[in-house]
Each structure stands twice: as structure tokens, then as C-alpha cells.
T-cell receptor, first 115, second 116 residues
């Protein structure tokens, strides 16, 4: 079965400091991994994805994620956090079947950047 | 650029009432999805569709039905609402790669449903 785990419900970081939001996954076959961000009262917005290729993936708003196959992790990172980065972050994995593609989301991590 | 539009934005139902949530996308995407978001549980897939006239069950399909009569619309129905269906519902669409980046989901703003 496909699944993702986000071990931290809440992450606090000071503005200007680097941030990491953790995600581990369990998939059969090659992993298709994603990060989305959700601002209050809004739908999710795509940040970045890993399909194949370089283990370091760059995405929107200065975010990047590192794919680590041996640790089955796909952690989201940013070198210098902004207050505007405060939001809810979701990791997701794609699963394919004979009825089409499904996406499984983690439980989300609330990021607070402290001025 | 409307993207994905959900109606209504808010609704309050009594137990046993029925309703339909409408999702419309103007990106000509093949795939459409319905999720529910509950505190501490993330997003869970209810039903999805890979094209007009086709639907499939997701993780939590019980108590819901869907229809996709037109490519741009995906309807989610609750025949007899229960308090356990109180949630925020999100619709999303994605392309197979023909008309946009593959595998990226575009979400609507959500429908907040309370069942009393």
C-alpha cells in the first residue's frame, strides 16, 4: 500500500533560519512524490515534485526537497524562512492502478515562521 | 483564469438531507478528484474520475456518489447526510500531460459542510 508520513504536526522556525519539513514514504515501484502548501481558507497549491533524476528538486517560492531512496524520505527545505512561509504543508505520493492515478496525502505539518 | 471552481462555499445540512457539490474546471483536464479534509487526517480521496463518463472509488467512498457527465464538471452527492460527513471538501483536477504538466493537481477553494 502507498502511504506518506509527516512525523511533525507543528514546526516553528525563526525568520531567516533554514527550515525543514519532514516526509517519509512507502510505495511499491518508483515513487512519484509531491509537496503542496495550503494557506488559510484556501485550496492546496503545488510546490514541487520528484519523478526521476536529480535527488534535489527545486520548486516554487525558493523551496526545494531532497529525495533519499535509502531512507525513503522526501524532506522539504528552504535556506532562509520568511514569515509569509507560515502555512500548512502536505507531502503526497502517487499510486497507479488499472483504474487510474490516485494520490495519498500525509496529515500535514503546520509551519510557523517567527519574526 | 478561473481554474477549479467549487460551489457552494458553505453549507449546513440536517442529518438525512441530501445535497450535491459541484466542481467545474476550465483547464480541459482529464482527471478530477474529490477529497475531504479533516483535522489531523490530512486529505483523503473520496472518488475520482479519469475521464468523462468514468468514475472510481478512493479511500473513503462510503456515503458518497459522484458523476462526471461532462469533462469539465465533477459532482459529489450525499444522499443522506450524517454528522460524520462534516468536513471540508476539496475538488482537484490534473492533466495526463497532453494539456498541461502531468501529475500536478490544481485545487478548488473548498466547500465547508456541517451536518447537524
Amino acid at each position: 500500500a502507498q502511504s506518506v508520513a509527516q512525523p511533525e504536526d507543528q514546526v516553528n522556525v525563526a525568520e531567516g533560519n533554514p527550515l525543514t519539513v519532514k516526509c517519509t514514504y512507502s510505495v511499491s515501484g518508483n515513487p512519484y512524490l509531491f509537496w503542496y502548501v495550503q494557506y488559510p481558507n484556501r485550496g492546496l497549491q503545488f510546490l514541487l515534485k520528484y519523478i526521476t533524476g536529480d535527488n534535489l528538486v527545486k520548486g516554487s517560492y525558493g523551496f526545494e526537497a531532497e529525495f533519499n531512496k535509502s531512507q525513503t524520505s522526501f524532506h522539504l527545505k528552504k535556506p532562509s524562512a520568511l514569515v509569509s512561509d507560515s502555512a500548512l504543508y502536505f507531502c503526497a505520493v502517487r499510486a497507479s492502478s488499472n483504474t487510474g492515478n490516485q494520490f495519498y496525502f500525509g496529515t500535514g505539518t503546520s509551519l510557523t515562521v517567527i519574526p | 483564469n478561473a481554474g477549479v471552481t467549487q460551489t457552494p462555499k458553505f453549507r449546513v445540512l440536517k442529518t438525512g438531507q441530501s445535497m450535491t457539490l459541484l466542481c467545474a474546471q476550465d483547464m480541459n483536464h482529464e482527471y478530477m478528484y474529490w477529497y475531504r479534509q479533516d483535522p489531523g487526517m490530512g486529505l483523503r480521496l473520496i472518488h475520482y474520475s479519469v475521464g468523462e463518463g468514468t468514475t472510481a472509488k478512493g479511500e473513503v467512498p462510503d456515503g458518497y456518489n459522484v458523476s462526471r457527465l461532462k469533462k469539465q464538471n465533477f459532482l459529489l452527492g450525499l444522499e443522506s447526510a450524517a454528522p460524520s460527513q462534516t468536513s471540508v471538501y476539496f475538488c482537484a483536477s490534473s492533466s495526463t500531460g497532453v494539456r498541461g504538466p502531468k501529475n500536478i493537481q490544481y485545487f478548488g477553494a473548498g466547500t465547508r459542510l456541517s451536518v447537524l
